[in-house]
């Protein structure tokens, strides 16, 4: 019995420690997860937003308009602070859509890959946007939800058969972090009817409004031009 009880402490020791050092392990790999720059905001302010409602917690930041178009739910990108796609996600509630910013646990969608299924709703059609590992992640739990109408991928490619879906691709022209291979392999994936726009003079990082990001090629255009593109690329799709 005694032995019983010390093999059992023993488990229950090593397990909290694998749990614990897991949990800072990934703590220390997100410290450093890329931020909203200040000029977003400054764009922000200066757009009308008194009809839509904001809701801002733990897990989402969602803005909601009267009578929504459809439903749209944003996966963020890896190591990418949710905050950072606020001026995507304001600007598409304007054209008249309700838009949720998914929070990732450490800033890793593919942590909880389903969890963006939770936002989803069933009395309207859904969009799921997902920008790089927000976008593979998005395809997950996209591919098997029938209210999902659309998925777009900024910067990203499914892992998941989506052919059920329409399909957008966005892509940068100067992006050095989206893996071309992995892109060009998912096409079995996809939809025969699947849509693909470049965004001349784009790179990753400017799918959000983060700043440069380790890796990138160098964009000839702003983020503005670029986040405005994406969001009349969206609405041209969706509509």
Not at 143 to 167: C, E, G, R, T
Not at 205 to 211: D, H
Request: hydrophobic share 40%; no cysteine.
């Amino acid at each position: 019995m005694k032995k019983t009880k010390k093999i059992f402490k023993i488990t229950l020791i090593t397990i909290l420690s694998l749990v614990i050092g897991l949990t800072l392990a990934l703590f220390i790999y997100t410290r450093n997860s890329y931020k909203p720059l200040d000029e977003m905001y400054q764009e922000i302010s200066l757009l009308n937003t008194d009809d839509i409602m904001v809701v801002d917690d733990f897990d989402q930041i969602s803005y909601f308009v009267d009578q929504p178009i459809k439903n749209i739910v944003i996966i963020p990108g890896g190591k990418v602070k949710p905050e950072s796609y606020q001026y995507l996600a304001i600007n598409l509630a304007l054209e008249g859509y309700d838009v949720t910013i998914v929070k990732t646990v450490f800033n890793l969608a593919i942590l909880t890959p389903n969890y963006g299924a939770r936002f989803l709703k069933d009395d309207i059609d859904n969009v799921v946007i997902g920008h790089s590992l927000g976008g593979t992640v998005a395809s997950l739990f996209s591919s098997k939800a029938d209210v999902v109408s659309d998925i777009i991928f900024l910067a990203s490619y499914p892992i998941s058969d989506v052919k059920n879906k329409n399909v957008l691709i966005i892509t940068g022209q100067f992006d050095e972090v989206l893996d071309q291979e992995s892109l060009d392999s998912s096409q079995d994936l996809l939809p025969d009817n699947s849509t693909t726009y470049e965004i001349i003079g784009g790179n990753h990082g400017q799918f959000g409004w983060y700043g440069i990001q380790k890796g990138d090629g160098i964009a000839t255009i702003t983020t503005k031009e670029q986040q405005d593109t994406i969001v009349n690329q969206i609405i041209d799709f969706i509509e």
